[in-house]
């Protein structure tokens, strides 16, 4: 424990910090489409020559996956005294992932899909620093 603390500053810094942030990404990204689902709208996007359905198991996955690699890349920066830039690459890629959204097969699938990408962003820019600091 000691050496951990010597390298990054603080026994708190790790990867388990991020879960907390993750669950909670995936499960307010889950309650989207579970509200989209019990409102009729098919979470369908262009795929090819055809559509493929966004299922519940991909935004779970998708949330954790996206929360963890935001969290290694918060620590990363911090090390360096570079955390600032954290907020501006989490701003980028937000700004990346909305053209996502514009696959959809319809513009219900589409603000449903566009209400994900942005719960899960505020999840995580909010909550991995909240985290860090902790």
Known sequence: MTDLVERTGTARDSWRNDLPVA???AASAALVWVAAR?????????????TQPVGLVSVVVTSVV???TAGALLRVLSR????????VVALGVLSLSALGPLSAATAAAGLALATMHLVVAGVVIVGLPRRALA
Not at 38 to 50: I, N, Q
Not at 80 to 87: A, I, L
């Open 66 to 68: 996206v929360t963890m």
């Open 80 to 87: 360096r005294r570079r955390r600032r830039w954290w907020k």
């Open 23 to 25: 669950g909670v990404a």
């Open 38 to 50: 019990a409102a009729g709208v098919a979470l369908d996007v262009h795929a090819g020559s055809g």
